[in-house]
């Protein structure tokens, strides 16, 4: 993050934070802090030997810093508005094919530290035997996230984590998006998501097809599918090269991790918005640590609507190739 942006973030947190009665070092400073320690994700020590302060402020810090961040969200991380949706659409269908398509679907889990478990630490083990917490996010068509949830022990099925959220109620409840169709094939497609194969599908879920044996049309769709899905990776290798604590997990406790993810969240859309640098290097090196669970299927289809609506875009995508 650039100077402009840091000033930027220091004077859009001013008003919510709160000094902690055990430190007093300037909003300014805790922030340098904070944002050194994602970052690197280096621990607290390292971090206190570097700015010559105890690792206790550092932590205190960083709590300080993570919590006033999080107020942030309503202007940096929330659902799209009517006009962002359209822009949103056009830019899916532009660029991936998808029409009335607004967002992708998807999870990290960022690691734990063995010394760093709560009472119930078998339930954040994950399936490849580590310990870990969840990140599930929904992506823009420009990187940024819309909607996230954070806590969930790495053990839990990405499908219950997503189907017990608010952004999957208010979406079977319809309340989620505005209600914009577009008749497709005979069939009227409202605005969904993409989800990969860990994920239920409905009539605002959209996943690949999953049996082998699929016809030519699902073959395609599967294409366009995998093409457009790679979205939301991108997204996350954009956010673990920017906020190395979510490879490394070791600069807080597990009671403050879920703040700390947040905060990475908020400020990777400041990022993007303002056109931050991003080197390939990072992307590289951040990939190198700590591999990501294989996410279990889910074969679930909830509602007549869902196959249809899938397979009108999949019919869509056969006339646009014709």
């Known amino acids: 993050m650039g100077k402009d942006n840091f000033m930027l973030l220091v004077d859009k947190i001013t008003p919510y934070f709160k000094l902690h009665s055990i430190t007093n070092l300037s909003i ?3 922030t340098a802090i904070t ?49 962002d949706i359209k822009n ?48 599930q996010g929904v992506v823009d068509s420009s990187y940024k996230f819309f909607d996230v949830n954070i806590g969930w022990p790495g053990g839990a099925p990405e499908s219950r984590v997503f189907t017990n959220s608010a952004f999957w109620q208010k979406g079977q409840d319809r309340d989620l998006f505005p209600d914009i169709n577009e008749e497709i094939c005979g069939v009227k497609i409202p605005i969904y998501i993409l989800a990969g194969t860990s994920y239920p599908l409905s009539h605002w879920v959209l996943g690949p097809f999953l049996d082998e044996s699929s016809s030519e049309k699902e073959k395609l769709f599967n294409e366009n599918f995998t093409f457009a899905y790679n979205i939301i990776e991108i997204a996350f290798k954009r956010l ?32 993007e ?5 991003m080197l390939n290097d990072w992307i590289l090196t951040s990939e190198n640590f700590f591999k990501q669970p294989i996410p279990l299927p889910c074969s679930t289809v909830i509602g007549p609507q869902a196959e249809n609506i899938r397979s009108a875009v999949s019919e869509y995508f056969v006339n646009s190739k014709i």
């Open 28 to 30: 300014e400073k805790q």
């Open 35 to 83: 944002l050194i320690s994602m970052a690197s994700g280096k621990n607290n020590a390292c971090i206190g030997r570097l700015f010559l302060i105890s690792k206790s402020e550092i932590a205190i810090s960083i709590e300080n810093i993570c919590e006033a961040i999080k107020c942030l969200m309503p202007q940096y991380l929330k659902v799209p508005g009517i006009l």
């Open 88 to 135: 949103s659409t056009t830019n899916f269908e532009n660029k991936w094919g998808f029409p009335q398509c607004v967002g992708v679907i998807g999870s990290i889990h960022v690691p734990l530290q063995k010394s760093n478990l709560p009472e119930n630490a078998s339930d954040y083990i994950n399936n490849n035997g580590e310990y870990s917490m969840l990140l």
């Open 240 to 271: 673990k090269a920017r906020w190395n604590c979510l490879i490394h997990g070791n600069i807080c406790n597990i009671e403050i991790l879920p703040s700390v993810i947040v905060a990475c969240c908020v400020l990777h859309n400041m990022c």
């Open 273 to 277: 918005l303002n056109n931050e640098m």
